[in-house]
């Protein structure tokens, strides 16, 4: 584990629990608010990483990885509208029970329904395609 800072030691133990759980893959869709668990995967060499530029298209990508492999694959972006584009894929992966583990890089809570730039909410985003939803909350 890295202690250099809250962020990154808790990305960094994040990480370490999700190749634990047979995380294998990672498909980041790089932002500065998802940097810390994105080089906290890049770090964790059980899992490989892949980086898609384009939200939708890493998505689908993460999704027929899981597909063909049966493994849950993470799925990686920052905040904001960013992780609107993980949605069509979410919703396949509901409907086909395929193990897809979205993780999004959300803006502090104090920034939420005041108007702050890339800030929609992300709690209740994916609505019921998801089987489960946590947020980790500030550190």
Request: overall charge negative.
């Amino acid at each position: 584990m890295d202690p250099s800072n809250r962020n990154t030691a808790l990305c960094t133990a994040f990480a370490e629990e999700l190749a634990r759980c047979g995380v294998r893959l990672a498909v980041i869709s790089p932002g500065s608010r998802s940097t810390p668990l994105a080089l906290a995967l890049f770090r964790q060499d059980q899992i490989e990483v892949e980086v898609a530029l384009d939200e939708r298209s890493a998505s689908f990508y993460a999704l027929g990885a899981a597909q063909a492999t049966c493994t849950p694959v993470a799925l990686v972006c920052t905040s904001g509208t960013a992780a609107a584009n993980f949605h069509p894929a979410v919703a396949e992966a509901d409907l086909s029970a395929i193990p897809l583990i979205v993780l999004t890089a959300d803006r502090p809570p104090e920034l939420r329904d005041i108007g702050a730039g890339q800030a929609i909410d992300q709690i209740k985003l994916f609505g019921d395609s998801v089987r489960w939803f946590s947020e980790v909350g500030s550190h």
